[in-house]
Each structure stands twice: as C-alpha cells, then as structure tokens.
C-alpha cells in the first residue's frame, strides 16, 4: 500500500504552491501536480516570438504580489526572487503628451492630477498611508470569516471600497484623475459602475505607494520558481505533465486542495453540478511584441513607466468595459500595457525590447482585434508598428488552451461584476471547502479572486489544517 500523503495539491499555480508551501512548513506530507510542462500557471515566463525574447504570457506587473502577506512571510528573495521597480509603477498618458502618474510618492501622483483634483487625492488617500500590511491581511480574504485587525481602518476602507468606481469618481473635477481611477478599477475586468471596483482602485493606489508595482527579474516565473524552492526545502515534491482527469489518478491523501476552476474541480472531483451557477466575466485579447526599440510614447511619463493604461477618459475606458461585457468587441479598446526590459535586461538582447499588452473582449471572442490594439498603440506611441519584430497573438481560446483555469478567455476565473469579487465561486460561508470534506478549492475562483498573491491559497491551506489537524 502506498503511503498517504496528507494534502495534494492538483494545479501548480501562485496559489497552489502557496498553499502547498504553507501545509509543509506545518510538518505535513504534500505534493503537487501539474498538467503543463512548467509550473506558474498565470505566472510563466516563456519565449513567445523570438529566441532571447522573455515574455510573461500572463501576468507581468505585481503590486499585490510584492505587498502580499503570504509572500512577505515566506520570504521569497531567500529562494531567487528578486524585484525590479521602474522610474514610475504606472502611467495614464493623454493625446496631447501629458500624464497622470501613479508615483511610489504620494505628492508626485497628486500633482500629476492638477490642482483642482491634488487635494482630493491626498485626503481619499490619508487614512490609509502607512497601513498597507494590517489593510492587505484584512481585505484580501473572505470578508466574513474572522474579524478583521484593524477595526476602524477596516470599516473607513470598507466604505470607500463598496462603492462603484463612476461614484467615487465624482469626487474629482477633472479627467487626468478620473481616467486615473478608471484605468486602475479596470484590472478587475468589471463596467466601472459595479460595486466594489472603487475599493480595487484605492488598493492598487495603495500598493503602489506601499511597496511599488514592480516586476521580477528575469520573469514572473520567478515567483512559482522561488515557491517550489521553499516548498522542496520542507519536503514537498512538484510533478509536471501529469494530467488529472479524476481523483482515482493521484495518490491517495487526506486532502485534494485544487487550484483550478470550480467547474474543473466538480469534474474531477465526482460533484456534478454543484458550481453549475459560476459566471464567468470577458475575456481579454494578448499580445506579446519583440521590438527593436523602446515603444516611442508621446508622453515622457510613460516612457519611465513600468507600466502604461492606454484610454484617456473614464467615459472611454467604461465604454471598452460595458462593450467586452455585454458580448461587443470595443471598436476602441481601452489597453493595459507593460514594458519589462526597461528596467530588467534579461527579457531581451541587447537594444531589443519586449512588450506586454492585453484589451478587453466578449467571454469566449474568436475575431482578431490586432488592427484595434495598434490603432491604440499609435494613438500614443506613433510609429510603434515600425519597431515589431514578432508579435504572439492570443484571443480567449488561446488563453483558455494555454491554461484551464481561464475558461473563455477569463483572466479572472470568475466574474467581479456585482458582488462577484466578495462572493465567489457562489455564496458559502467558507468558500475553500466544498461538499466533498477531502475537497478544497484554492485558486483565485475563490476570495479575494485575481492576482498574483497567493492569498486564495493561505485561506485555503489554513482551511486544511483545521480540518486535518484533528486527525493528525
């Protein structure tokens, strides 16, 4: 008889090593299994285009990854992980040049916004400066399990964070900080009027002015490879290429913890319908580009940016958002763009550069938005198209083909419209267990849903432990 292990963890993404990770270092026996070849799920690093080309097929940027409070108590730089931070974490230029900044300095973003809106910035931002740690452990988990650490940060956060982002943009009287505040609502892929998307804009502020949005040298695979590191140094084992259809396929255990989709889990897990109600949001459409120079922004801000939002106004970035979520293909797309290799020169040869951009599509969307995305491009960068040397281009069925967890192009793995970044995969007072007592979900399906933190992954190997640790 083989030995039962006490967990495996089926998915090797930033969540699933995390929670493989933190149920090793409590003395259990655990290993992971992964369908691809590599492990990193949303967090590769691959040569798309060209030789010497590195590009991140999904995310690139991370804000919420360096302030995560699963990552900082790991202490990932001991195992490889190293951050680089650009001149500015975030630039949102406009058609004539200028910029608003998202700025490590909280006074360099507010003078960016004009001296109508500096003000208004600063005081949305007071009570909140120099509290990142207690505010990141309070909202990035499921809200109703524990109370939170800090009380009476938490409730004046949670105020602000319920709102949609259009209301809170009231606040302000002119574009460069409404298109600000659209433009960071808008990574969780949501029209601008849901609630919640307020509270994802402060945080992203937040994160920036707490710990920076910077990238890791060499690729975001350097976070799974830095958790598998730490996870073989407590005794845990990765396999690769191993494909899960059913249970019956892995070695028997205490514990299957699954970082996958709901509907993946309820496949492989024998629950048959039990997430049969999981919506899933957008899609988006990717492009990864090997350049033979920097990408010639118009705007002198965005060409010291580690990252670059590309759609002036909130009006314009809320139409690309409602269009993509009511099934339309925006004719303008509103752009989330990264440029790694001005800051990291192990993404490409000498000279060359790498570019990382993606817009928002319908769930599912099989047209070619190319021509779109470098329309927007050229609108701010004229004459990029002269600098591509390879382009890698993939809609939502390449995403969903590269990996499971994004079905329909969903970079999300569920949608944060309405309640959907509080509530997900569906109501349940803990959202990591399942009907199955040896089932657990961890991937971002689960609170606090999108990014690479790990956090989905902490809840859910803590929600292991307290159901094994009796029979341990």
Request: some cysteine; charged content about 15%.
């Amino acid at each position: 008889m083989p030995t039962m292990l006490d967990a495996v963890v089926i998915g090797a993404g930033p969540n699933g090593l995390t929670a493989a990770v933190e149920l090793a270092r409590r003395g259990m026996a655990v290993e992971v299994f992964e369908a691809h070849s590599t492990i990193g799920g949303g967090a590769r690093t691959e040569e798309l285009t060209l030789p010497g080309f590195r590009h991140d097929p999904c995310s690139a940027v991370h804000p919420l990854a360096a302030g995560s409070p699963a990552f900082t108590a790991m202490g990932l730089e001991r195992h490889g992980l190293e951050w680089l931070h650009p001149d500015i974490p975030m630039a949102h230029p406009f058609p004539d040049g200028t910029a608003a900044v998202l700025a490590r300095s909280v006074g360099e973003t507010a003078m960016s916004l004009g001296a109508h809106d500096a003000g208004t910035y600063r005081r949305l931002l007071a009570p909140f400066l120099g509290k990142w740690d207690t505010l990141a452990a309070d909202f990035l988990r499921t809200q109703w399990l524990g109370l939170p650490r800090d009380p009476v940060t938490y409730a004046r956060f949670g105020l602000a964070a319920a709102q949609p982002v259009a209301l809170l943009n009231r606040r302000f009287r002119d574009q460069k900080a409404r298109g600000l505040f659209a433009g960071l609502a808008a990574h969780v892929i949501a029209p601008l009027t849901s609630p919640g998307t307020a509270g994802a804009a402060v945080m992203f502020a937040l994160a920036a002015h707490a710990g920076g949005w910077p990238v890791p040298r060499g690729g975001s695979q350097a976070i799974p490879d830095a958790l598998a590191a730490l996870l073989r140094l407590h005794g845990g084992a990765v396999h690769t290429g191993f494909e899960v259809k059913r249970l019956d396929d892995l070695p028997p255990a205490r514990a299957y913890v699954f970082d996958t989709s709901p509907t993946a889990l309820a496949r492989i897990a024998g629950l048959g319908n039990a997430y049969r109600g999981v919506r899933y949001g957008p899609g988006v459409f990717k492009i990864d580009y090997a350049l033979s120079g920097p990408v010639p922004w118009t705007s002198a801000e965005a060409r010291r940016a580690g990252t670059v939002h590309l759609g002036p106004t909130s009006g314009e970035i809320g139409t690309a958002l409602r269009a993509a979520a009511d099934g339309r293909a925006p004719s303008v797309p509103f752009l989330i763009t990264s440029q790694p290799s001005l800051i990291d020169p192990t993404r490409a040869p000498e000279g060359r550069h790498t570019f990382w951009v993606y817009g928002h599509v319908p769930h599912g969307w099989e047209g070619d938005a190319t021509d779109a995305v470098e329309r927007q491009l050229e609108r701010f960068a004229p004459g990029f198209r002269d600098l591509v040397l390879a382009r890698a281009v993939a809609g939502p069925p390449q995403l969903a083909a590269r990996n499971a967890n994004y079905v329909g192009g969903d970079i999300c793995a569920g949608s944060a419209a309405g309640l959907g970044l509080v509530i997900r995969p569906k109501l349940a007072r803990n959202p990591y267990t399942t009907a199955h007592p040896a089932v657990f979900l961890c991937s971002q399906s689960a609170p606090p849903g999108p990014g690479v933190h790990g956090m989905a992954g902490h809840h859910a190997a803590r929600a292991v432990w307290q159901r094994l640790r009796p029979v341990r």
